[in-house]
């Protein structure tokens, strides 16, 4: 996809120029993660990166936890999804990983919760 194309050159560029900036760090992490072919180990390497430079800020743990569920880590995906969750708690994609996780991990009623969740966000959304 072009858009995912530039938007990584423009991150790269940023990067070189401020590799500590969270942002940059966060969104290019998930640029790569998301790009074909995807780059799962140095989006990963990005995420722990900022979580390293930026301990407090738990939002960080919600992309870690999305890369980690896309390299079908399981369980250090559902470490971070959860903690993202205690300063994302409305946050539709999370509560759709989620349920993949505990599907993944064979724990049907932690992901019905949060297929609960993601239906109340439906809802929600089209009601506005």
Excluded: C
């Excluded at 722990?48 to 980690?68: A, C, D, Y």
């Excluded at 880590?73 to 959860?82: G, H, I, K, S, V």
């Excluded at 989620?98 to 919760?113: D, G, I, Q, S």
């Amino acid at each position: 996809n072009g858009q995912i194309a530039r938007g990584i050159d423009h991150l790269e560029k940023a990067y070189v120029m401020d590799g500590k900036n969270p942002a940059v760090l966060n969104n290019l992490a998930w640029f790569i993660a998301h790009d074909d072919p995807p780059q799962l180990d140095r989006a990963l390497e990005l995420t722990n990166k900022v979580i390293s430079l930026f301990p407090t800020q738990k939002e960080f743990h919600e992309s870690r936890g999305q890369i980690h569920a896309l390299r079908n880590q399981w369980e250090e995906a559902r470490q971070d999804l959860e903690l993202a969750t205690t300063v994302m708690p409305d946050h539709i994609e999370l509560h759709r990983t989620l349920v993949k996780v505990y599907e993944a991990l064979a724990l049907p009623t932690m992901a019905r919760v949060h297929r609960e969740k993601v239906d109340l966000l439906e809802q929600a959304n089209r009601a506005e």
